[in-house]
């Protein structure tokens, strides 16, 4: 095997290895990433924020009752007083079972997922490989002609492999935000307890569906990259080797692009459909 095709081969695998690790990712749970100790941690978390949580439950009960009625004449109507105690009532309980219904939503999106790759028929990402022709095309180029086809591989391995680690990195970048949304969420659900500051628990729970969803989004989008990379872009044999190689590299580089591209675009498209 030439140099020139060993490199693309290399480019090919650690592409294929990042799309594998996608596939992987985006199918597990954050109490399972990484054997679960960082989850271990984030709930760790989460219960010492929880009394932060209660404190501003309390604080934000009181400014709600305040801004809300005018007089305590008004406080005193039996309608209102219900209204107002199952609000807090209510707030109380999404902070104390708050990672129940974070866990609750992000399992509704996972079937989702699960939805979409059982209806797609496509249950890991279908692996990018080097066509014959490419190869056959490489191999029969003299020592001269190979000069102007390592240059090719060269800069389009390197465009490969970058691509290939900033579409992981999205990915991290969504179970990081979960982490996040999980640890600090007593802290914006209490919100809740007050009418004019609901507002605030209203949108973290906006926020976190719309991280949860993306998920799907990205399930989609290598669902779509899956049928491309399974019709590789036709190659005209007829050319010079150098030409094949250029037109193969080039196409290709653009659907990778287009798939990296939605992967990064994902919580754009989530909070575009959600309104957010």
Known sequence: MSWIEGNLNNALNTWNNKLG????????S???F???????????IHGAVQAIGLGLLVLFFTVGVMKTFG???????????????????????????????????????????ATIMSASGIGAG?????????????????????????????????FITVLSFIMIMSVYGRFFRLYIYTAIAPVPLSAFAGEPS????????????????????????????????????????????VTQVWSYVGELIFNMLVLVGAVKMADRVVRELMGL
């Open 21 to 28: 690790e996608i596939w992987h990712l985006i199918t597990q």
């Open 30 to 32: 954050p109490t399972e």
């Open 34 to 44: 990484k054997g679960g100790a960082i989850w271990g941690v984030i709930a760790s």
């Open 71 to 113: 007089s305590f004449a008004e406080m005193k109507r039996p309608e209102v007083a219900v209204k107002v105690f199952i609000r807090f009532i209510l707030a109380k309980a999404a902070i104390t079972y708050g990672l129940d219904l974070m866990m609750a939503l992000f399992g509704i999106v996972q079937g989702l997922m």
């Open 126 to 158: 279908t692996p990018t490989v080097l066509p014959q022709e490419i190869v056959n095309a490489i191999n029969s180029v003299g020592f001269f002609e190979s000069i102007p086809l390592w240059a090719v591989t060269l800069l389009g391995g390197l």
């Open 198 to 241: 609901a507002s605030v628990g209203k949108s973290f729970i906006k926020s976190y569906c719309a991280v949860c969803l993306e998920g799907a989004v990205i399930v989609l989008a290598c669902v779509i990259f899956s049928v491309f990379a399974s019709s590789p872009p036709a190659i005209d044999t007829s050319a010079a080797a």
